[in-house]
């Protein structure tokens, strides 16, 4: 059966270049049962669930010289053993290791002739762990509705918009909850505000270590994209399998994320007060829910924030941050218990930085690609957003 693409998702499939592949990334740390996890039983759990997402099974076919939109067509050579695939890092693999494969694989544009998802089990993981890599194109998550366009001045200059290359550097930060829940309680702000506050002042002191002149006035321009649950995201199913939500919402608005400003907790309060004047007039995106593939409902939340910044004049901000919760008890896939999931989302057309993070266990997870190049200190980006949480913290006490 073919089906034609929208208007929208043709414009996403357009949007990709070599420099700027289009595809949703998502790494998740799991901890094997006794019995191990092996390529076999990803496999056939991969297999078991390809009926729910029919347009995993289907390519994408142009139509002679642009004169109408492409087309959905079942992939009649569909060979799962080319979308799942097994690596393994030479054992005891590190983190470190683990980021520079994400990174090589991220660089690379999907295959256009076959459908346009991958998944990798990477093995040889230290402290008997594995891991899971998926990336999946913007164009195959079925976003519903109108997407907010605001009208708005050209963002600022800074070194976050650059000519980008087509190599990548990934970097992750992993931190408790607690504290965005204790800054959250202190100020009577949301747990977002305190993350893009948190963000904001990793922003300035990278500016600083960089050398580039901060003054009182000086603001990075996010577009937000934010999701919402229309269910609890506790109730994310039982212990026993990962499921995933029926539909949710995604929320999108630009913010100046006030980096000039040296004081952390004035610093949440102008983001605070730009988040409610943004809640009294916010426009909603609906997004149905459909990668069950790897069953976690984030992953879906972070490719539509995708498509909605891709909607987005990219002269418009600086850089996208993407924001999106979690269930706060285990999941398990096929018996593996999933310790830790880290999103990444896509660079956009001359943007080197682009932050993902989802909550999940008790634990925030954040996410940074970057591009190679124009970003060779992504990890130092990295540390001070840790940095940037202990000075907030120790503000209010």
């Known amino acids: 059966m073919t089906s034609r693409m929208t208007a929208q998702d043709a414009s996403y ?17 799991l901890e094997p049962p006794e019995g191990g996890l092996d390529y076999e039983s990803v496999l056939r759990l991969v ?8 347009r995993y099974r289907k390519k994408v076919r142009e139509v002679a010289f642009g004169l109408s939109r492409p087309v959905w067509v079942d992939d009649r050579d569909f060979d799962i053993t080319y979308h799942v695939r097994r690596s393994a890092l030479p054992k005891p693999g590190s983190d470190e290791q ?55 001045q050209s963002a600022p200059e800074t070194p976050l918009n650059t000519q980008i290359s087509r190599s990548r550097r990934f970097s992750v930060v992993r931190s408790d909850l607690e504290p965005y829940r204790k800054i959250h309680s202190r100020y009577g702000c949301t747990i977002n505000d305190v993350v893009l ?146 999103p990444v989302s896509p660079l956009l057309k001359n943007q080197a930085l682009s932050i993902a993070l989802t909550s999940y266990d008790g634990k925030i997870y954040y996410g940074l690609n970057a591009d190679r190049d124009a970003m060779p200190d992504v990890d130092v980006a990295a540390t001070l957003i840790q940095e940037s949480l202990e000075e907030l913290t120790d503000a209010g006490r």
Request: with cysteine.
């Open 13 to 29: 499939y357009y949007l990709e270049t070599s420099n700027t592949p289009m595809h949703v990334g998502s790494l998740a740390i």
């Open 197 to 342: 506050a948190v963000l904001a002042g990793a922003l300035r002191y990278w500016l600083l270590s960089r050398g580039e002149p901060v003054t009182e006035a000086t603001v990075v321009r996010a577009m937000v994209p934010m999701s919402v649950y229309t269910q609890d995201p506790d109730d994310c199913g039982d212990n026993d399998t990962i499921q995933v939500h029926p539909q949710g919402e995604v929320s999108s608005f630009l913010l100046d994320l006030p980096v000039g400003e040296p004081n952390a907790v004035v610093r949440l309060s102008h983001i605070a007060h730009a988040g409610e004047a943004y809640s009294r007039q916010r426009r909603r995106v609906a997004a149905q829910t459909m990668v069950r593939l790897s069953g976690f409902a984030p992953a879906t939340m972070h490719a539509v924030g995708a498509r909605v910044a891709m909607g987005f004049s990219q002269r418009m901000f600086n850089l996208m941050i993407t924001n999106a919760p979690g269930p706060q008890h285990p999941l398990y896939l096929t018996g593996a218990r999933l310790l830790e999931i880290f």
């Open 47 to 54: 297999e078991q669930r390809l009926p729910e997402v029919p």
């Open 98 to 152: 683990l980021h520079d494969l994400v990174a090589r694989l991220v660089s690379r544009p999907l295959d256009r002739t076959r459908p346009l998802w991958e998944m990798y089990l990477v093995e040889g993981l230290a402290n008997d762990r594995v891991a899971l890599f998926t990336k999946s194109h913007s164009a195959l998550v079925d976003a519903v509705g109108r997407i907010a366009r605001t009208a708005a």
